[in-house]
């Protein structure tokens, strides 16, 4: 019987960390065209506490909407499994700050959470800019 229940819990630890390794990918492997430093400003963090929507650009990026007029784009570390809409989402363990490279997106499924890494932050200027962004980087 304890032969059993430690090879349960092996195989159990196994299984964890498995799925700690497939929930987030590394960083810095992110396409040329979401390394924006020149064209937009980028930033460490945001007030998580004022961010009241995230729309969808594409696969590896969304856009926040902050006291209904800051705007910034999120670009995840890998893309998207599953799109947003008419999902349950949110940030890991935030305190009052969204933090690029640290703090994770989730989607809640079905199947569980679905983890993202938030790789960078860029401020946008306003409802245009992110119109702008949007078609740029297209769905």
Known sequence: MKLITKLFAIVALLAMSASCVTTTAPSGALPEKYNLGSDFKEVKRISA????????????????????????LAVLARPLQTDIANQVIGIVDQKSNITAGFDK???????GRQYYLIEKLYALSGKEQAKQIKESLGK
């Open 49 to 72: 506490l004022k961010v009241s929507n995230w729309d969808q650009v594409n696969k590896p990026s969304l856009i926040s909407t902050s006291n209904g007029s800051d705007f910034f």
């Open 105 to 111: 997106f989730f989607i809640r499924t079905a199947k």
